[in-house]
């Protein structure tokens, strides 16, 4: 029993805080991004998204799956072909790389110039 809670309360943690972790089935992701199922399919092969397999093999997306979509509807929407995309996305995962990278040596280096 858990302090606090009820008898005969279910505790329910469906994984919503964890923005990576996969929840959705192929159809329930197309539905939230606006597309048809094969689109999302077209999109994996391309490399634009790489959602997580379940045990059995079957695709899972997570809430930044979702993100992915909508931020490559976006693109689409502006004209942007597949292999545009593609380099936007892979130039965006490179600046956050860099950012944080530049982040821990600011961090470092503060730390090495605090008097002691």
């Known amino acids: 029993m858990v302090p606090g809670r009820r008898p005969g309360l279910a505790v329910v943690t469906p994984g919503w805080g964890d923005l990576d972790r ?7 992701a197309a539905e939230l991004a606006g597309l048809h199922p094969q689109t999302l399919r077209i999109y ?3 490399g634009l998204l ?3 397999r379940s045990a059995g093999g079957t695709r899972r997306y997570s809430r930044n799956d979702i ?3 909508q931020e ?5 929407a502006d004209g942007m072909n597949l292999a545009g995309i593609r380099r936007i ?3 965006q995962e490179e600046t956050r790389q860099l950012r944080a990278e530049l982040a821990a040596l600011r ?10």
């Open 22 to 28: 996969g929840l959705f089935s192929i159809s329930v």
């Open 44 to 46: 994996e092969r391309e």
């Open 50 to 52: 790489d959602p997580v």
């Open 67 to 69: 993100s992915r979509l």
């Open 72 to 76: 490559i509807c976006a693109l689409t």
């Open 89 to 91: 996305l892979e130039l």
């Open 107 to 116: 961090e470092r280096a503060d730390g090495n110039t605090q008097p002691r």
